[in-house]
């Protein structure tokens, strides 16, 4: 079932465990108290929608780095429609404006799967990436093309927020669109997903690229939507395209994204990280997840045809969401 109003169903007319599916309010208050919003998807019909601190299906919530699926999801669009050669193609291609350093041959090597898959060098540590740093420039893209390619090798995983911000503006240079835009056109609008409207960024600070002032699709002074975070989605919208991704890329007998995509996209490997999606192998059940920080995620199940969708208030350290998945969900 792929309507846009999305059927709901009884869940133990979905072979689901009623009993264990009744556990898991009582769980998300005690223990995941920061959870706003959970939609719990099963073979196309929503099975479980719970919604927490006053909020209700129609609020957005900014999700942080399940930003980075939707644009793996956009580059993997602008791929098929010529707009982009492969994956393959070199980073500066874009940038024509930008030189490097004669010295800097391994910048030039540097394609969009390197950026897809983070396994571009970068010079901060493993996970000390200095974001603040990027969003204090008045040029990101500058900025990070500099950094990019210095220390480490090509081919090392190396988690990287600016990297993904690189790929929207690969997006905005070969379509001539902002992500945002593109997205609400290719990806958004089919699939009945709210159109993201645009807010002017009246400033640059904290509140306005992270916190409580995110609305729509936070862009850089220069107005490309951040590839990274600052996507603001719906629980029900997060859980459509979960489940785009679980139906192989088509949505009402139209295919969105190709399903080769979606299949190099999710393919397991060593790091356990696809194309902007973290992997999971466990107990013989494959899973594909965007994760963002706070404990925001859209996890998908293809051997239990499930989707999980899951929006947070941002907290350090937030417990995994995969445990109470696994539990609750999945073991079923």
Not at 62 to 78: E, F, P, R
Not at 127 to 143: A, G, I, R
Not at 149 to 165: R, V
Not at 225 to 254: E, I, K, V
């Amino acid at each position: 079932m792929q309507r846009n109003d999305w059927p709901t169903a009884d869940p133990a007319a979905l072979g689901m465990d009623t009993e264990k599916l009744s556990k898991l309010d009582p769980k998300i208050k005690s223990e995941y108290s920061n959870i706003n919003g959970i939609v719990v998807v099963k073979n196309g019909y929503i099975a479980f929608e719970r919604y927490y601190h006053s909020y209700g299906p129609n609020d957005t919530h900014h999700v942080a780095s399940v930003t980075k699926s939707i644009m793996s999801a956009l580059i993997g669009i602008a791929i098929h429609a010529g707009y982009i050669k492969s994956v393959d193609q070199n980073v500066l291609d874009f940038f024509p404006e930008y030189i490097p350093y004669p010295a800097d041959k391994q910048k030039r090597d540097i394609t969009i799967r390197h950026l897809l898959t983070m396994t571009a060098p970068y010079p901060f540590e493993d996970w000390h990436e200095p974001l603040d740093k990027m969003c204090m420039q008045p040029d990101w893209v500058t900025y990070t093309l500099d950094m990019l390619g210095q220390g480490g090798t090509i081919g090392t995983f190396k988690y990287s927020t600016a990297g993904a911000h690189l790929l929207s503006a690969i997006i905005t240079r070969s379509t001539g669109k902002s992500a945002r835009e593109f997205a609400n056109e290719h990806l958004f609008k089919p699939i009945g997903m709210k159109e993201i409207p645009y807010y002017g960024m009246k400033s640059f600070g904290f509140d306005d690229l992270f916190g409580k002032n995110v609305k729509g699709w936070v862009n850089d002074p220069n107005g490309n939507s951040t590839g990274g975070w600052g996507l603001t989605l719906t629980p029900r919208d997060m859980a459509r395209f979960g489940y785009l991704y679980l139906n192989h890329g088509t949505w009402n007998n139209q295919q969105i994204i190709p399903k080769s995509w979606i299949d190099e996209s999710t393919a397991m490997n060593a790091n356990n990280y696809g194309y902007l999606w973290w992997l999971r192998d466990e107990d013989s059940v494959f899973s594909y997840s965007a994760l963002g920080d706070g404990g925001n995620g859209i996890c998908c199940v293809p051997k239990k045809n499930l989707v999980v969708a899951i929006a947070s208030e941002f907290i350090m350290n937030a417990r995994d969401r995969w445990q109470l998945i696994k539990e609750y969900l999945v073991s079923q």
